[in-house]
């Protein structure tokens, strides 16, 4: 009886601890760049214009923060930021797309719902059909060689948009352009 109890408390711990992190952004990161390209050479960056974040001919909020945020980044990173003649030049996109996800369970009915995902029912029972609607938001950040005009390096950065990071929409970047910054590999030339 004692070590039943102990199972149920560690299971139910263990399904709150995750449902915590659901509240969490999770972002798919992925970055590139080009191997035939020595970073070494590069010292200074600016930004591109204009950017692909501002297609409405103004500097945008999101555009400012993002700015702001990869500033930080590259400086960190023993990059300099200079009005001219830099070495590599910083574009963003940004996009909201709504997403459909379809998923199919057992149906399990008032009766057996104590289940709760744990385990299904008969194979004879017919399946649950549930359709889910969100918005995915996808944000790379482009290095270019300013001289031979040429992508060198990519980072992109793909999650569900929740309300929760829409009201902290300015947090949420900032650590989104951190995580992504972490998968560059380089520093600047000394």
């Given at each position: 009886m004692r070590h039943s109890m102990l199972t149920f408390?560690?299971?139910?711990a263990a399904v709150l601890a995750s449902a915590g992190c659901a509240t969490t952004p999770k972002f798919n990161l992925t970055s590139d760049?080009?191997?035939?390209?020595?970073?070494?050479?590069?010292?200074?960056f600016a930004f591109m214009q204009p950017l692909g974040t501002?297609?409405?001919g103004y500097e945008s909020l999101v555009t400012q923060t993002l700015k702001s945020a990869t500033r930080r980044e590259m400086e960190a990173r023993g990059y300099t930021l200079v009005e001219s003649n830099a070495d590599l030049l910083v574009n963003f996109n940004a996009k909201l797309a709504q997403q459909i996800r379809v998923t199919q369970m057992p149906y399990m009915g008032p009766y057996y719902g104590y289940r709760g995902g744990f385990y299904g029912g008969w194979s004879g029972y017919a399946n649950e059909t549930r359709v889910t609607q969100y918005d995915e938001?996808?944000?790379?950040i482009d290095l270019v060689d300013?001289?031979?005009k040429q992508l060198v390096w990519e980072g992109v950065a793909v999650g569900r948009i929740t309300e929760k990071l829409r009201e902290n929409r300015e947090a949420a970047l900032n650590s989104t352009v951190a995580e992504v910054f972490a998968k560059y590999p380089f520093r600047a030339a000394q």
């Open positions: 408390t560690v299971l139910i760049y080009d191997r035939s390209v020595d970073f070494s050479g590069y010292r200074t501002d297609t409405t938001g996808t944000l790379n300013a001289r031979r």
